[in-house]
């Protein structure tokens, strides 16, 4: 039998080529290509007045400058809203290059096409643009007061405005026995891949034909919205994602000005064209996430039962809305994790503000629901003097309660309905490894050596695996060789080994003669992208099943060709043999060349298949009526709903009592994502969701001025974790398959990221005994917490057993 | 983030370097590591005409201990002076001060008269010099002169270092026998620059200290000494007197600095942390103290 | 170095031997040397992450110490020996894996533990593991996680990267003795 492959921890295909200088980036590629820069809006809300590019037009390797005026027909249109929703009745997008006006620092004005970058720099330096400046509304409290307006014609800066409710609300909370409410924040953030953006076109003037290199998430999608921005037939525009160094969400977005431009430019000019984003363009032109103020009422029982869940979001969604009101759903549907919330109403209002526009970044709104309903966990437990625990295991789904239909519309319009999970037996399991119920001793030690610690709790659940669709092609050459590809594209998550190991295990082929291609439009036309961590169990499944029907098309060549029952057959290794007769037996390269009838004999496979070439029936055609010649199948898989994968994770921190730095000593995560194709890319996906969590709950933030300058547009002030920063992470698994796809799999890419601020927050205010309701949090922030909660501005929390209540105690510090 | 163009100069004495520095004025930047510049180049926050790289001039690049200091030339990289036992067993500070300089990538390329020369009051080499009472050597038009610290530091990024004149080396005083330090800032991220930061010598004389003084980092406009004397003088290390007299030292240095606030911290907050900071540090260059004594 | 002229700008003949090899290409002062070597010389092995000297993306050997190409112009470089991720596959304990290419231990062991997601950020990470293993064989887990403390990566945590650290500092060892062994 052929070694296991699906499931195994197998080393990656890719990273032969990624360590030793092989892999192609974005700007890697092109040393030919102009090169494109651009001069952005230095202001957050300001009429353009004059463009004045004469000083610039004369420097040496300049080849074109362009503004709005320049764009012919749908270049100059409004970018796309790619996702419309009923409820987002005021959805705005910008153009590729702004026309009038602009909405926040960083919009693109003029674009300069020059000989390298630095000349291209040089120009946009010359370039002087007059602006008469209107007044900013920065912050989700200004948005929302909606006394000055992003645009004009949308007023109070209101998007959208949309509520859902399952049962009645009112009633119930009217006649729950406890209610409580909860104010919450939670700031901007950013994906912030080590590699930002890129695009690079070539235009093929004698055959009219396009290609663009992008580094994005969906090169289809890109691939489609360039062809209709400049008119092209999709036949005569393809599209490759190259290596993609991380996108984390912010590369989902398409077009982006850059993808429309470039090309055209590329077109116009007759000659390559690339624009490799830099760092500060990446902070102010490229997409944050997370920021919204939340306020949830709660109404339960003495025991902790949720009745009634009321909540409001107010989320930032930025100067744009290219890509819908998919964060805000997602809170809102989320936020409901592995609970049942007795009965529940959300209601969001998505607001303009002159800053970079917001769309998903890893987690995509998860992580802000998680919040609120895990702070409200822990309220409702500090409220009954209950365990923490306990709480949240008293509302639990129970896996007999699986499937649980919420009521709700997910973000792809279709039923939140859970698939499976099995809660109480992650709790179990998280409890074990962080030692939850030994927490109480190792405090009193840790109070007794004059340190302040506390134990943090937050679980989530994560739909995965959205539609509509992916597909898998494969294809098998006489050589042997297996050619895999799928069209959503890789930012790092070794697609081209688990896509790989699916095959092999399928096929029974080796891994070694797997070759995957992923995000090129060429190999494959149709697919969505890789977002809502989807890959493996869209592109997986598709991949499967596209393998089963190359296994069935194998063996029912190689059975006629050995004249035996495909029911006999087994594939071992790249080899069809007679079960129990091994040497009875042909290769799947021999297949291949049975598959294809040719005339030509033109390597060893081709010729070896000629000793069964006695074989064929004179009456029947060479290749039958129902087959297709080659060696190949595709597939699509496209299910009827998300998966949902789970989580639980616990940590331990210390604060110190003087400073208010934080540290965090234990970080443990219980992982449920079903059937794991690769555990060690499944850890590893964890590993680096958890950094990025702790970076937004500790470190990472979007400090806006109020006239809309972001301040800290560099690596040397917003503060993404090095290795010094990041905790050892513990996880451990556990499988619950989902019964919905071929593999039992469901998305593992976001999770690591979504309860980390819940988490955290939660151990803060166990160690400091007071609410902690806003993230991320810094010392000087924690310190000023201190400061008022001293100052009776902030109440302790009722807890009635501990010492750790009161601030700077052990300090020689006043805190006032 | 490219560069604006420049003039290359690459001078390869001292007096070559003068010259072209004379000529070019004010449109002329040293570079010598370029950590600190090139950043700023990199994002046309400055864009010189002229840069006067001076990596190729001879002899610049040692470090040179004598009875009264250690001396450092213009072309020795941070990681040079932290590996040098030689200037660690003069100067433990150096090192206990350089391993918090950015980060080993950096401080491979970065010269430590350069980042006096740079005069980042959240630098920790300014600090350091004048902790160390130390001295910046000057090559000019007009020959050579040296720049005590005090009067080298005019403000924020300000030095009192000309146009035509180039910065040849530092002198890094030593301390009395018997001096213990240390030196500690606390940072958002490792290897950051720092909230705040601290450095200070405490000489114990017969078991009481004799002489004390420190240096910060971020919380000052201008490097700048506080005499710890009146708070620490004569009082014997490790012994409730001396808890009382830490407190007494923490004070005033809360009282000497003038921090800024910025978006990672308030000023109260600096305050507050370097006051704790030099109650953690003391003790260590104390106990460093005794060890020498 | 001559210099030419290119419109107003003058132009450097800079010479540097990359991984062993020696290049020279005419270029303006301002050419950064991470552009220099991704650009002129095609070796874009090493990539650009910030350029302002933070993320460690571009760091190189240069004289055998990692430094941030970002933060050195090419003029300078001249005459410099500097050695890229392409070239850490020729170093003595270098062995070709099954799949052909060329690993110093340190490559090996980043493929062993995972050690890398996208990519993008190892190239900085291996220069500066491969230093740091030359001068610290034997590092504790807490030095392996502050050797990599100047490096970012947004990908995988660093807990692989601790690991391929420690690993990798194994794999030298193994390596080292089996070359003693041929050789006695």
């Keep these: ?816 | 983030m490219k560069p604006a163009p420049f003039e290359h100069h690459a001078p390869l004495t001292v007096e070559q370097a003068v010259s072209v520095l004379s000529e070019v004025g004010h449109e002329g930047k040293v570079l010598a590591g370029g950590q600190s510049l090139i950043p700023i180049l990199n994002m046309r926050l400055a864009s010189p005409a002229h840069l006067v790289d001076i990596n190729r001039v001879a002899g610049l690049d040692s470090v040179e201990v004598t009875p009264e200091a250690v001396r450092v030339g213009a072309l020795v990289r941070h990681a040079g002076l932290e590996r040098s036992e030689e200037a660690f067993a003069a100067l433990p500070l150096l090192r206990q001060a350089l391993v918090n300089v950015a980060h080993p990538a950096i401080r491979n390329r970065g010269t430590t008269v350069g980042s006096i020369a740079h005069a980042d009051a959240a630098g920790e080499m300014p600090a350091i010099l004048a902790l160390t009472d130390g001295v910046v050597e000057v090559a000019g038009p007009s020959g050579s002169r040296e720049i005590e610290w005090p009067d080298f530091f005019l403000g924020a990024l300000e030095t009192s270092l000309a146009a035509e004149e180039l910065a040849v080396a530092v002198r890094f005083g030593r301390f009395p026998v018997g001096t213990g330090t240390a030196f500690t800032e606390a940072a958002r991220r490792h290897g950051d620059y720092a909230m705040a930061g601290v450095g200070v010598a405490v000489t114990v004389t017969d078991g009481v200290v004799s002489a004390a003084r420190a240096s910060f980092v971020s919380v000052t406009d201008v490097p700048s000494v506080l005499d710890l004397g009146p708070a620490l003088g004569g009082v014997e290390p490790g012994t409730a007197a001396w808890d009382e007299a830490v407190e007494d030292a923490a004070e005033a240095v809360r009282e000497h600095v003038d921090p800024e606030g910025d978006i990672h911290a308030s000023a109260d907050y600096r305050r507050m942390l370097v006051t704790e900071l030099t109650r953690r540090v003391l003790p260590q260059a104390a106990d460093r103290a005794g060890a020498t004594a | 170095m001559t210099d030419t002229t290119q419109g107003t700008e003058t132009l450097h003949d800079v010479t540097v031997t990359v991984n062993g090899v020696r290049h020279s290409a005419s270029v303006p002062a301002r050419r950064l040397l991470s552009d220099f070597l991704r650009h002129d010389l095609e070796l874009t092995g090493t990539h650009v992450g910030c350029e302002h000297g933070v993320c460690g993306a571009c760091t190189v050997l240069v004289d055998g110490s990692p430094m941030r190409s970002c933060l050195m112009f090419a003029v300078t470089a001249q005459a410099h020996e500097i050695t890229t991720v392409e070239g850490l596959g020729t170093a003595p304990d270098a062995r070709v894996a099954p799949t052909g290419e060329s690993m110093n231990p340190v490559q090996q062991a980043f493929a062993e533990c995972h050690g890398l997601q996208c990519g993008f950020c190892t190239p900085g990470f291996l220069t500066t593991v491969t230093a740091y293993l030359d001068e610290n064989p034997a590092p504790t887990s807490e030095e392996a996680r502050e050797a990599i403390s100047g490096n970012l990566c947004r990908c995988t945590g660093y807990q692989n990267i601790v690991k391929s650290v420690l690993r990798a500092a194994e794999i030298k060892a193994e390596r080292a003795s089996e070359t003693a062994e041929v050789q006695s």
């Design chain 1, 1 to 816: 039998m052929t070694t296991q492959m699906f499931g195994a921890p197998i080393r990656r295909k890719e990273d032969p080529r990624l360590l030793t200088g092989g892999g192609r980036y974005l700007d890697d590629l092109g040393h030919d290509a102009l090169a494109a820069a651009f001069v952005r809006s230095p202001h957050a809300h300001a009429r353009i007045v004059d463009i004045d590019a004469s000083d610039a037009v004369d420097v040496e390797g300049v080849v074109g400058i362009y503004v709005h005026e320049d764009l012919p027909g749908r270049v100059g249109e409004p970018l796309p809203l790619l996702i419309p929703h009923p409820t987002l009745t005021h959805g705005r997008t910008g153009y590729a290059l702004a026309k009038d006006e602009v909405n926040h620092v960083g919009e693109p004005i003029v674009m300069v096409v020059a000989s390298d970058r630095y000349v291209a720099e040089d120009a946009c330096q010359r370039i002087r643009v007059t602006y008469e400046q209107l007044p900013v509304v920065v912050g989700i409290e200004a948005a929302r007061a909606g006394e000055l307006l992003v645009h004009d014609d949308v007023p109070d800066n209101v998007a959208a405005h949309m509520l859902q409710e399952v049962g009645d609300v009112e009633a119930a909370m009217a006649a729950a026995p406890r209610t409580l409410t909860l104010d919450l924040d939670i700031e901007r953030s950013a994906c912030m891949p080590m590699e930002g953006k890129g695009v690079y076109a070539r235009w093929d003037r004698d055959r009219g034909e396009l290609r663009m290199y992008s580094s994005t998430q969906t090169s289809t999608g890109v691939r489609a919205a360039v062809a209709a921005k400049l008119d092209l037939p999709l036949a005569k525009v393809e599209c490759i994602a190259p290596d993609v160094g991380g996108g984390f969400g912010v590369k989902i977005v398409h077009p982006w000005p850059e993808e429309v431009l470039v090309p055209w430019a590329a077109i116009r000019l007759g000659r390559p064209v690339k624009w490799a984003e830099d760092r500060r363009e990446h902070f102010i032109s490229a997409a944050h996430e997370r920021g919204q103020l939340q306020q949830v009422t709660v109404g339960f029982d003495d025991e902790g039962h949720l009745l009634a869940l009321d909540v409001k979001l107010w989320h930032d969604n930025g100067a744009y809305t290219p890509y819908g009101i998919i964060v805000p759903i997602i809170t809102s549907t989320q936020l409901l994790g592995p609970y049942k919330p007795g009965t529940y109403r959300c209601e969001f209002w998505s607001l303009y503000t002159n800053t970079v526009l917001v769309t998903p970044y890893r987690g995509a709104g998860r992580p802000q629901g998680c919040f609120a309903m895990e702070r409200t966990m822990d309220a409702i437990a500090d409220e009954l003097g209950l365990d923490r625990a306990e709480v949240r295991s008293r509302n639990f789904i129970l896996p007999t309660e699986m499937p649980w239909d919420h009521g709700l519309l997910f973000q792809d319009g279709r039923p939140l309905k859970y698939d499976s999970g099995d809660f109480p037996a992650s709790l179990a399991k998280l409890k074990s490894l962080v030692g939850w119920d030994d927490f109480a001793d190792y405090r009193r030690q840790a109070e007794a050596e004059g340190r302040k610690v506390g134990l943090g709790i937050g679980c989530y659940v994560e739909g995965t695996g959205v539609g509509p669709y992916e597909g898998g092609h494969i294809q098998i050459e006489t050589s042997g060789r297996v050619n895999v590809s799928t069209g959503l594209t890789s930012q790092g998550q070794g697609h081209e080994t688990v896509f790989a190991q699916i095959v092999a295990q399928e096929l029974g082929v080796r891994m070694e003669d797997v070759f995957v291609t992923t995000g090129d439009t060429r190999k494959m036309a149709y697919a969505v992208g890789t977002f809502a961590s989807r890959a493996a169990v869209m592109s997986g499944s598709a991949i499967a099943l596209a393998a089963r029907n190359v296994r069935a098309k194998a063996l029912r060549i190689a059975a006629d060709a050995l004249e035996v029952s495909p029911d006999d057959l087994e594939i071992v290794e790249g080899t069809v043999r007679v079960k129990g007769a091994p040497a009875t037996s042909m290769s799947l390269g021999t297949v291949s060349v049975l598959s294809n009838p040719l005339r030509y004999a033109f390597d060893e496979a081709a010729q070896a298949a000629t000793q069964f070439a006695g074989t064929f029936d004179p009456d029947k055609p060479p290749v039958a009526d129902d087959e297709e010649p080659g060696l190949e199948g595709k597939d699509f898989y496209s299910p009827t709903q998300a998966t949902f994968a789970n989580g639980m994770h616990a940590a331990i921190v210390e604060t110190d009592p003087v400073t208010a730095e934080i540290k965090i000593l234990r970080y443990c995560v219980i992982h449920d994502c079903g059937t794991m194709i690769n555990p060690m890319i499944v850890e590893g996906q964890v590993h680096g969701g958890v950094a990025q969590g702790v970076g937004g709950a500790l470190y990472e933030r979007m400090a806006y001025d109020e006239s809309g300058q972001l301040l800290n547009a560099s690596f040397m002030d917003f503060l993404m974790p090095y290795a010094s920063e990041v905790p050892t992470i513990e996880a451990d698994h556990l499988e619950t398959p989902s019964p919905l796809n071929p593999l039992g799999i469901k998305g593992a890419g976001e999770a690591g990221c979504i309860p980390v601020s819940a988490v955290i927050a939660s151990a803060i205010e166990d160690a400091e005994g007071f609410p902690i309701t806003r993230m991320p949090i810094s010392p000087y922030d924690l310190w000023e917490l201190r400061r008022r909660h001293a100052d009776g501005e902030i109440p302790s929390l009722h807890r009635t057993s501990s010492t750790t209540r009161t601030s700077g105690t052990s300090s020689k510090e006043p805190t006032a």
